[in-house]
């Protein structure tokens, strides 16, 4: 039997040709089987289809069909984020340069844990996490931001925020105490119980974002060293806490501040919308997750500090990666920028993505998919059938149907959820229970909007007072 070919070196791009044209075809054939956001007939049904379609997986003899027959089986049966009526979390469609770029990264395979195994990558790693921290720390003057700030790369909100509350805890000397809101992001209360910290204090969140008031009142009555954590972005309503007021709170008891931007941080690249991050720079360390409002592919998180010197609590010595005597010869140590020992360039992608759309480019997606947000709460608001939340701050509408109760709320969305013609959220605010549509996609159109919102009502008649609307 013959060696199959590698995706790298001299033949790889040879060899990666016909397999590219395999994948996007049975990607197209899934998708039309499909028909829809999600495949229909609920997890029992998928399950079967995924099973027959599989069968053995470790089969004796090798199958030289199994590439076009799973990738067709996992589009068919595939939640699609691009498709407009998939709409139910914080699950961004990516941009084509985005993934085209991550094949790359695939392809190639390089591992940034020591300098010898990603040479370009670990440099190119080095410019996007400077330059994206760079526009954090820049209190809305992009090009007047201090040289200092840095960030690491992430897989994500959940790592960053871990990550925010252990630079913490080292840079008060072993210990600190998490104070958050109700409405913070479960993942800090998590890591302050995985990183072994004291109870975190959660402070009152009546309006659906951190009561300044109340957090004054709580950092004056406990002892110190305390970590606060807002949120630029909340998971259940898109809502951005004050962050000015929190600051000025936090600089006035001396307590560190972490803001939780994983969802509003893509506002920054917009012109209209940077506003709404003002006081961002003010803190200590900021987690951004650009597979949510950035349109990467999966994962695409940073954490960036404002005082670099902070990331020295990370510092590790393996020998056989970062020899003192590599390292004083000039081999960059890795090993410090992150958690992970293997870890692939995810900076490449974002690189790509930053330089082929620019801040402007960046900044009109924004823009596109905030508008249709405010399009979509405008046609719920003005439909009598229906209730809406609020409007939105960024890109998440809550909204349910008039009269309904909670039970016929979670029983409209998961017959949608069934038939697969639309995915929606849900979430629970002021005691009652909502549907929630977080629009990531800027190619969304009115017609989209109006469909989905049709698909709830038709449901909602069948479901609940048994007949169709006309």
């Known amino acids: 039997m013959s060696t199959p070919p590698l995706a790298s070196g001299p033949e790889g791009p040879r060899a990666l040709r016909p397999l590219l044209d395999t994948v996007l075809e049975a990607l197209d054939t899934g998708a039309r089987a499909r028909g829809g956001p999600l495949p229909a007939g609920g997890p029992e049904a998928v399950a079967a289809r995924v099973r027959e379609t599989a069968g053995e997986i470790l089969p004796d003899q090798g199958d030289p069909h199994a590439l076009r027959t799973l990738v067709h089986a996992i589009a068919e049966g595939a939640a699609d984020p691009a498709h407009p009526l998939c709409a139910a979390h914080l699950h961004c469609p990516p941009l084509a340069v985005a993934t085209a ?5 695939s392809a190639l395979n390089p591992s940034l844990d020591s300098w010898d195994q990603a040479p370009a990558a670990s440099e190119l790693e080095t410019l996007v996490a400077r330059a994206l921290a ?6 809305g003057r992009p090009h007047e931001a201090p040289e200092d700030p840095d960030s690491l790369v992430t897989t994500g909100g959940t790592e960053s925020n871990q990550l925010a509350l252990l630079l913490a805890r080292e840079a008060y000397g072993g210990t600190v105490r998490l104070v958050c809101g109700t409405n913070a992001h479960h993942s800090l209360t998590r890591a302050a119980w995985l990183l072994g910290l004291p109870e975190p204090a959660v402070v009152p ?49 001396g307590a560190r501040l972490h803001i939780d931007a994983a969802y509003g941080g893509g506002l920054l690249f917009s012109t209209r919308h940077r506003a709404q991050l003002t006081g961002l720079h003010a803190a200590d360390t900021v ?42 010869a000039g081999l960059p140590d890795l090993l410090g920028r992150s958690l992970r020992t293997t870890r692939r360039p995810d900076a490449l992608k ?13 900044g009109t997606l924004v823009d596109q998919t905030c508008a249709r947000a405010r399009e979509f709460a405008a046609l719920v608001h003005d439909h009598p059938g229906f209730t809406l939340h609020a409007p939105p701050v960024i890109s998440t509408v809550l909204f349910r149907p008039e009269g309904a109760t909670d039970a016929d709320v979670a029983a409209v969305r998961r017959a949608l959820l069934t038939d697969g013609r639309a995915v929606l959220g849900r979430t629970r605010l002021d005691g009652r229970l909502w549907l929630k549509a977080t629009l990531l996609n800027p190619a969304t159109g009115p017609d989209d909007l109006a469909a989905l919102l049709h698909h709830v009502a038709t449901r909602r008649a069948t479901l609940v007072e048994g007949h169709t609307p006309r």
Not at 101 to 105: E, M, N, R, T
Not at 220 to 230: D, I
Not at 301 to 306: N, R, S, T
Not at 356 to 361: D, E, N, P, S, W
């Open 205 to 253: 969140a009546p309006a659906g974002t951190l009561d300044p008031a109340a957090l004054d009142e709580t950092l004056t009555r406990l002892p110190g060293p305390l970590l606060v954590a807002a949120t630029a972005g909340t998971t259940d309503a898109g809502l951005i806490d004050p962050l000015p007021e929190i600051a000025a709170r936090c600089a006035a008891h």
């Open 287 to 328: 987690t951004l997750d650009l597979h949510k409002l950035g349109w990467q592919p999966i994962a695409a998180g940073l954490l960036a500090v404002k005082d670099p010197r902070d990331l020295t609590a990370l510092r590790q010595r393996a020998d056989y990666l970062n020899a003192t005597d590599d390292t004083e």
């Open 101 to 105: 770029a991550d094949l790359a990264a």
């Open 134 to 139: 760079r526009e954090i720390y820049s209190d």
């Open 350 to 362: 974002l690189a790509v993505t930053l330089k082929t759309l620019g801040r402007a480019g960046l």
